[in-house]
């Protein structure tokens, strides 16, 4: 899909299609009635005659109408004015499209982008505009024999901007939303894949890839290293399974000047079948979306690399798979980590925090600003907060403060969740220095503070995207999440580091 920008008046664009809004009752938004005077009136007309109410969501696709450029008139429902906030506003883009996806428009020029939205600026309804566009056209049929020929697609989407000075901010805008929508793709695909196809080699592979053509630098450990570093905790996941795990490492240097790295660690289980403490089968299927934080991570250093950011980032991806067999971890198992304390392993299922565990460990020799690490990690995440909001755990508040605003910006919310110590006591074992599992209350704040324990060396924030990294049912599939948080997270880092500079 193409994207531009665009300032001046409706009746001016000669196109296939121009998209105005419609609040409820009936009250056309002020590019509507810029239309509806050129028109003489027609557009209310229709509403008058009871066409349309502008309940939000809903659309009337219009065709002759009088003394425009434009072969149709799309009118989109945005209901209530004063109720039309950042919801309202994707829910209205995300029908436009649609619809024109749907019905014979190629192309299309939408003043959506002008309507105002409570708090948010121009750049920020671009990109939301686009993102959604992006979102919901998007298809993974590439594993269909045939796959569905649309008839006449949407390919080309203008978004317009109320004033010509504001042109080249919304084409700023635009661009860095493209690169995120290429790297929420890049993450579905990952995350969409089958586990027979989406291995932990495939995934160093496409790791490589991507850092070629992001001009990145990419080192894959395999697990002769791994024993040799003694990563006992990522090692005994990998036992029983037939792939070998990789640890992918891939740097982006943007900033040039030496200065710390934001680094970024992606559960990368590409099957979790629990191991020996064996999942039922009922939805095991969905299981191939745990190496989601990983693929959202890949996204987030491939936008990284499109939009050239002013910052160093390092991506560390622990990938294997937990299978049962005659080699694999048996509960009860005891594994010295790489930071040297030891872990009874009590419930193999419990395997994400293990390699997540040693990989944090492993960061520490980047010296990072701060780390930050996105997984599938907990079901009891799901029950806490749904699909929602992703659980943010942090042991660094200003830390925490970031993510939180960076998925308010990006509508790819997180929710802080406590750490407190009292939590602690919970992981104690009688055999080793901790155990893996803390039972069941509070399992998601329990899998945190496993992993807090690796975090002492520096700022640490853990998303737990169980619940939002994939959709089930009707629409299963991978969301892309949270690569719009990560992406924003990293654009107000490097607009911040620059300011520092200039300082
Ligand atoms: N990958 C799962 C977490 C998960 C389960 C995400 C269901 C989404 C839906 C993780 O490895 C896991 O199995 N966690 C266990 C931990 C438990 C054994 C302490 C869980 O949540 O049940
Ligand atoms: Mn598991
Ligand atoms: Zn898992």
């Given at each position: 899909m193409e994207f531009s920008i665009k300032s001046g008046a409706p009746e001016k664009q000669r196109t296939a299609c121009i998209v105005v809004g419609v609040f409820e009752p009936r009250k056309l938004s002020s590019s509507a009635e810029s239309v509806d005077r050129v028109a003489k009136g027609q557009l209310s007309d229709i509403l008058r005659r009871g066409d349309m109410e502008g309940k939000l969501g809903s659309t009337l696709l219009l065709h002759n109408?009088?003394?425009?450029?434009?072969?149709r008139v799309l009118l989109v429902g945005l209901g209530r004015e004063r109720e039309f906030r950042d919801k309202e506003y994707r829910d209205a883009c995300r029908a436009a499209i649609r619809t024109l996806n749907d019905t014979g428009s190629m192309e299309a020029v939408v003043f959506l982008t002008e309507l105002p939205v409570r708090r948010r600026t121009m750049e920020w309804k671009v990109a939301q505009a686009a993102l959604v566009a992006s979102e919901a056209l998007y298809r993974f049929d590439q594993l269909k024999s045939k796959p569905s020929e649309m008839r006449r697609p949407l390919r080309k989407l203008t978004l317009t901007v109320s004033r010509r000075s504001e042109l080249s901010a919304g084409e700023l805008a635009l661009s860095q939303a493209q690169a995120v929508a290429h790297g929420m793709g890049l993450a579905k695909d990952l995350g969409n894949l089958p586990p027979n196809l989406c291995t932990p080699s495939y995934l160093a592979d496409r790791a490589l890839e991507i850092a070629k053509a992001g001009g990145m630098n990419c080192e894959v450990l395999d697990t002769a290293d791994m024993e040799k570093l003694g990563m006992g905790a990522l090692l005994a996941v990998a036992r029983g399974s037939a792939q070998p795990p990789k640890l992918i490492v891939l740097h982006y240097e943007g900033a040039q000047d030496g200065s710390a790295p934001v680094a970024l660690i992606g559960k990368g289980v590409t099957f979790d079948t629990g191991g020996i403490s064996l999942k039922p089968a009922a939805e095991m299927d969905e299981m191939k979306f745990d190496m989601c934080g990983a693929a959202a991570v890949l996204g987030t250093m491939q936008a990284v690399a499109e939009m050239r950011l002013p910052l160093n980032v390092v991506a560390l991806i622990p990938a294997t798979e937990n299978m049962p067999g005659g080699r694999a971890t048996k509960p009860g198992d005891i594994v010295t980590t790489l930071s040297g304390q030891s872990v009874?392993?009590?419930?193999?299922?419990?395997e994400g925090r293990l390699i997540l565990c040693d990989t944090m460990t492993y960061a520490e020799r980047f010296k990072p600003a701060a780390v930050i690490d996105i997984a599938t990690l907990t079901g009891a995440c799901v029950i806490a907060l749904g699909h929602v909001a992703a659980g943010l755990f942090a042991n660094d508040d200003a830390l925490a403060r970031e993510v939180l605003a960076a998925g308010d910006i990006a509508y790819d919310r997180a929710w802080h969740m406590p750490l407190w110590d009292d939590y602690q006591e919970q992981l104690r074992s009688n055999f080793a220095d901790m155990a893996n599992i803390g039972g069941r209350p509070a399992g998601s704040i329990t899998a945190a503070c496993f992993l807090s324990r690796f975090a002492k060396n520096f700022r640490w924030a853990h998303l737990d995207i169980a619940g939002v990294a994939w959709k089930s049912g009707r629409e299963k599939g991978s969301t892309g999440r949270p690569v719009p948080l990560l992406a924003q997270f990293l654009i107000d880092r490097a607009r911040d580091h620059a300011e520092t500079l200039a300082k």
């Open positions: 109408v009088q003394n425009l450029l434009s072969d009874e392993i009590l419930n193999t299922d419990a």
